[in-house]
């Protein structure tokens, strides 16, 4: 079966200039098929400070009233979205930039929650898997901006890990997938303050070793939680590193492999 790399970027390399042109340099590099899924927090929150248009994150989520909305589709799907795919037509890709609603890509239902009105943030229901097939089979790479909709007309913000691990789990029928979440650490490590404490390869034995013991970082609970959960649903293996060393951490030579 033919391999499909899923790699998502975090705002800490789409809002820094250098760190994103070496990182879709190697993006570039990717023999075979691949998706690029991208948010861009940091700008659209200087975008509605400038704007004047106050944010609100809680538990590290953005609530999205009308006004934020507009304000991430325009930063999201817009500029970010079309910088990096003209960004990567320069290197000699053939790359398309899509947002959940081009194509009926993601449709979405906004979320309710019991206790926190989060706004227009949505929450995935389904994944056009015959336009991402059919895309995909002309080599061209895609770049998908986590901006959804309902169906009926409403855009909705919804979070990049999950449409990366969305569209990840949707397309582990058809291909080899790897997921991968590129971010500012080396990997999944066992001493936060060292870098160099790296572990190479988590299953999920390991993992729950490792968290009996406390030597996994809170923070990363959550993303090694969702890990295994798009395993248990097809995908091959997650990969977890640093966006700029993608190559590295495709080959092995760099970040943490999860695998079951």
Do not use: W
Request: charged letters at 20%; a neutral charge.
């Amino acid at each position: 079966m033919e391999s499909l790399y899923v790699i998502k970027i975090g705002g800490n390399i789409v809002d820094n200039p250098v760190l994103l042109t070496t990182c879709l340099q190697a993006f570039a590099k990717v023999k075979g098929q691949a998706i690029l899924v991208h948010g861009g927090g940091k700008m659209a929150t200087s975008m509605a400070e400038s704007l004047g248009v106050e944010q609100n994150i809680i538990e590290g989520r953005r609530i999205t009233d009308e006004a934020t909305l507009k304000i991430v589709t325009m930063v999201y799907a817009g500029y970010i979205n079309k910088n990096i795919v003209a960004q990567l037509q320069a290197l000699g890709v053939n790359a398309m930039g899509l947002s959940g609603v081009d194509g009926n890509l993601i449709q979405a239902h906004k979320r309710n929650h019991a206790s926190i009105d989060y706004g227009f943030v949505g929450d995935i229901d389904a994944v056009n898997t015959d336009l991402v097939l059919q895309l995909l089979s002309t080599n061209t790479k895609l770049v998908v901006t986590p901006i959804t909709h309902d169906g009926k007309g409403q855009l909705l913000n919804t979070n990049a890990d999950t449409v990366a691990q969305i569209l990840a789990t949707a397309l582990a029928s058809k291909y080899n997938v790897h997921l991968m979440y590129g971010f500012e650490k080396e990997g999944v490590l066992k001493d936060i303050n060292e870098p160099s404490s790296v572990i190479a390869h988590i299953d999920r034995p390991l993992y729950i070793s490792l968290k009996n013991q406390k030597l996994i970082f809170e923070g990363m609970i959550p993303k090694i939680d969702n890990a295994f959960e798009a395993l248990d649903k097809g995908v091959a293996s997650v990969i977890i590193g640093k966006a700029e060393k993608m190559n590295e951490l495709i080959n092995g030579t760099s970040g943490t492999t999860i695998t079951k």
